[in-house]
Every structure is written in structure tokens, then in C-alpha cells.
């Protein structure tokens, strides 16, 4: 699990949408990104900004797709021939 605390109420939106809808999220944070499904998204009290503690549980990176080759196309004049 991957915790960290922000108090852009803008991020904490978008990941309470994620979190309703059960899709992935994307944290970025100096250079490094980690994305995820929401686990659980807490307003910390103490703190005089707001800010919230948010949980991410990271998913694994899906293999690349191999590239299947283009569809053949027949011209449009082939059809009357």
C-alpha cells in the first residue's frame, strides 16, 4: 500500500471519483508515479489547512500489447471489377 497526505482539495476529488466509480488513480510526486485503486481517503483533524491522508493500492504494470499487424483494405474500385 502506498500512503501519502496532500491538501489539494482538487486531487482529493479526483480521487474520491475513483474511488466511487473502482477506477484507477495516478499519484505523481517528484518524477515517479504510482497508480492504483483508492483504498481510503481520511481528512486529517490536526492539521490547520485541511489535508487528507490518502491510500493507494498500487496495481501491476500490464505487459505491452503486441502490435497486431493492420487490417488489409480493398479499394473501393475492386468491389465493381
Known amino acids: 500500500m502506498f500512503t501519502f497526505e496532500t491538501s489539494d482539495q482538487k486531487e482529493v476529488r479526483r480521487f474520491r471519483i475513483a474511488q466511487f466509480n473502482g477506477r484507477t488513480a495516478t499519484f505523481r510526486s517528484a518524477g515517479s508515479a504510482v497508480t492504483g485503486h483508492v483504498r481510503s481517503i481520511v481528512e486529517n ?14 496495481e501491476e504494470p500490464k505487459p505491452a500489447i503486441a502490435a497486431r499487424p493492420a487490417p488489409r483494405m480493398r479499394s473501393f474500385a475492386e468491389d465493381f471489377c
Open 45 to 58: 483533524k490536526s492539521s490547520v489547512p485541511a489535508a487528507w491522508v490518502i491510500t493507494i493500492i498500487p
